[in-house]
């Protein structure tokens, strides 16, 4: 079936450096991928999307690109912020959404 | 944007006594949602796909008898934990797609906290 493998955690990051997110997918179809952040104590928001091969999503400074060729959606920022400290969930969809089990990240100032 | 309100966000209950929380798409009409278990620092569990007017698709190793899902209408879904013990603990989140088609965003409730004592 469907899976989606990120990279373990916590990543702890000092404020302006420069991350990646390692996510891979494996998919028999054509699914949508998505990066979905957890801010502590909320629940889950998109953070973005890309729904076909070579699209890239970006918001708040944030890209991946849909890698067919590889099956990756890698998560990066080039300059973090204490405000992004978060846990990043990748996860793809078909006729389910299914997720990575998430990456923790701490910024420090 | 779209909103998902999920109740009860926490709730405490006796072992052996049932709880039912409540999903529900406040401005979109959702005819699939999702719900999922998240354990402490781990990855949300789907748990199984609520369809409207039909009987939900549970997955793999998830009791059917135990976690009732019901989708009576567009906007709600439930989901009751039959005769909760304590291993039922958890937190239990569901989620809505904003359209059938697989690049249409998925929104999420705040989550609710079981504690079966």
């Known amino acids: 079936g469907n899976s989606v493998t990120q990279m373990e955690g916590p990543v702890t990051l000092s404020e302006e450096a420069f991350l990646t997110i390692n996510c891979t997918y494996t998919a028999t179809g054509y699914p949508s991928l998505f990066w979905y952040v957890q801010y502590p104590g909320e629940g889950l928001q998109l953070l973005l999307k890309?729904?076909?091969?070579?699209d890239k999503g970006s918001n708040k400074g944030f890209e991946a690109t849909y890698r067919k060729e590889t099956t990756s959606f890698h998560l990066e920022k080039g300059s973090v912020q204490v405000s992004d400290s978060a846990v990043y969930f990748c996860?793809?969809?078909?006729?389910?959404?299914?997720f990575g089990k998430g990456t923790r990240l701490h910024i420090l100032p | 944007g779209a909103v998902v309100s999920q109740h009860p966000s926490w709730v405490i209950c006796k072992s052996g006594t049932s709880v039912k929380i409540e999903c529900r798409s406040l401005d979109f009409q959702a005819t699939t949602m999702f719900w999922y278990r998240q354990f402490p620092k781990q990855s949300l569990m789907l748990m199984a796909t609520?369809?409207?007017?039909?009987?939900?698709?549970?997955e793999q190793g998830v009791e059917k008898d135990k976690f009732l899902i019901n989708h009576a209408s567009l906007t709600l879904s439930t989901l009751t934990v039959t005769s909760a013990h304590p291993e039922d603990s958890s937190f239990y989140i569901c989620?809505?797609?904003?359209?059938?088609?697989?690049?249409?965003?998925?929104?999420f409730g705040q989550g609710t906290r079981l504690t079966v004592v």
């Open positions: 996860a793809l969809r078909d006729d389910k959404i299914i």
């Open positions: 989620s809505a797609p904003t359209g059938g088609a697989y690049n249409t965003e998925a929104f």
């Open positions: 890309a729904t076909k091969a070579d």
């Open positions: 609520s369809n409207e007017g039909s009987k939900a698709t549970y």
